[in-house]
């Protein structure tokens, strides 16, 4: 879609694409913006700048970070012979925040999707099983959604994980995640953990 020569409607446009913000939120924040450019649109712009040349895809677990591998990756404090797979960096940042998991992370990029043409080829799936076969990973922790899809995906990667020898577990039923996760509460999260269960 092309955007329009207009500065003000370009930036309307641009903002109603995020998550959460329509045009009539969009045209506000704007409006909030225009009124106030030295405290709220030029710092603003350079940020958006900065991120976006600073942050990079993880090459271990494609975590969204300054650097490569990410800071997770890079702990030494972390356990890592314990993985957690999640559909998205949204829902790492979630596990994060409520500081449950001290293991690693593996973001597959999406679930299994007949409906939206997502095959295996699609997500980050080689790599999980390359990261499970290597000597120091005890277990994966399948931390998908409760969905059909996040079930037919958690199943795909059993099948797939078992050569490997690793144990394969998956967070408590009930628990919603994906999109839902970041406003569990940190002790529903880290209980859902405790309660991990065999696949
Ligand atoms: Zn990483």
């Known amino acids: 879609m092309s955007l329009p020569n207009d500065p003000v409607e ?8 995020l998550p959460g913000l329509g045009r009539r939120s969009a045209r506000r924040a704007v409006l909030k913006m225009l009124q106030d450019p030295q405290r709220l649109m030029l710092p603003l712009a350079d940020g958006l700048r900065d991120a976006a040349e600073a942050v990079r895809s993880c090459e271990v677990c494609s975590n969204l970070d300054v650097v490569s ?3 997770v990756c890079r702990d030494p404090r972390r356990d ?3 993985i957690c797979v999640v559909e998205g960096v949204s829902d790492l940042w979630a596990l994060e925040r409520g500081g449950a998991h001290g293991g690693l992370y593996h973001v597959l990029g999406g679930v299994l999707s007949a409906l939206g043409g997502v095959g295996p080829e699609d997500l980050s799936i080689d790599a999980l099983v390359a990261r499970a076969a290597e000597p120091g ?3 994966v922790i399948l931390a998908l959604p409760a969905t059909v899809e996040g079930a037919t995906t958690g199943h795909y990667l059993a099948d797939r994980l078992e050569p490997t020898g690793t144990a394969v577990t998956r967070l408590a039923q009930g628990v919603p995640i994906g999109g839902a996760l970041d406003v569990l509460d940190d002790g529903t999260l880290a209980q859902a953990l405790r309660a ?4």
């Open 80 to 82: 890592r012979g314990l």
């Open 137 to 139: 990973t005890r277990e």
């Open 196 to 199: 991990r269960r065999p696949l």
């Open 10 to 17: 370009r930036l309307i446009q641009i903002l109603s694409r």
């Open 69 to 71: 591998p990410c800071n």
